[in-house]
């Protein structure tokens, strides 16, 4: 998988995201660069994330937009991507932050030993060739009490890609002891446009 944090079509597996970079933060749920659209991704992030400082990995984190929100609300994190270019851009952007940026697979991330709070990924999973084999990995790096965090959908009309709701759920049941369902299509705050596809988060307690 290389940067995962986008609507990134059928050829995703194969798209070139180190070259991809510098322009990756034109859209405006990548960037977060207009305020009302960073406030919403703020806003829905701190009911996901703990109340708490906690230790949050960030898989398939693009330039960091995300860990950053998160380090801003208090939490440690580790973000991981396979595009060095686009890591470079989340160190830049996370500069002067406690936060350490990993090239790797977001589906085996190269984090060792070590265990999180929170597993947050965005616009990853669906493109993944094992999803159920990556959220059985991604498991096993929870603390107990630990929590997924993913944000999915189904984009496209005339090819659709994604991961519908209901399969995500469904893969989460055996892993996880409470599964929340959150729609998200219908906040165009978060996505700096009226959307009328599937976007939704699941915030799973394992």
Same mark, same amino acid.
């Given at each position: 998988m290389t940067s995962e944090n986008a609507h990134?079509?059928?050829?995703?597996?194969?798209?070139?995201?180190?070259?991809?970079?510098?322009?990756?933060d034109d859209e405006p749920d990548h960037g977060l660069r207009d305020p009302e659209v960073r406030a919403a991704w703020a806003d829905r992030l701190r009911t996901w994330l703990p109340g708490h400082p906690a230790d949050v990995?960030?898989?398939?984190?693009g330039t960091g937009s995300l860990s950053l929100l998160a380090v801003e609300q208090g939490h440690r994190v580790t973000g991981v991507d396979?595009?060095?270019?686009?890591?470079?851009?989340?160190?830049?952007?996370?500069?002067?932050?406690?936060v350490t940026i990993l090239?790797?697979?977001?589906?085996?991330?190269?984090?060792?030993?070590?265990?999180?709070?929170?597993?947050?990924?965005?616009?990853?999973?669906?493109?993944?060739?094992?999803?159920?084999?990556?959220?059985?990995?991604?498991?096993?790096?929870?603390? #107990?009490?630990?929590?997924?965090v993913l944000v999915e959908g189904v984009w496209g009309t005339l090819g659709p890609v994604g991961v519908p709701a209901a399969r &995500?759920?469904? &893969?989460?049941? #055996?892993l996880s002891r409470d599964v929340h369902l959150e729609r998200l299509s219908g906040d165009s705050r978060l996505w700096g446009k009226d959307v009328d596809d599937e976007r939704y988060a699941v915030v799973a307690t394992v």
């Open positions: 990134r079509g059928a050829a995703a597996p194969e798209a070139d995201w180190d070259a991809q970079a510098a322009s990756f990995l960030d898989l398939g984190c396979r595009s060095p270019a686009m890591a470079e851009r989340a160190r830049a952007k996370l500069a002067g932050h406690p090239c790797g697979d977001a589906a085996a991330p190269p984090v060792g030993e070590r265990h999180f709070d929170v597993v947050l990924v965005r616009h990853v999973l669906w493109a993944l060739p094992d999803p159920a084999g990556a959220l059985r990995h991604w498991r096993e790096l929870l603390r #107990p009490g630990g929590r997924f &995500l759920t469904a &893969l989460l049941e #055996p």
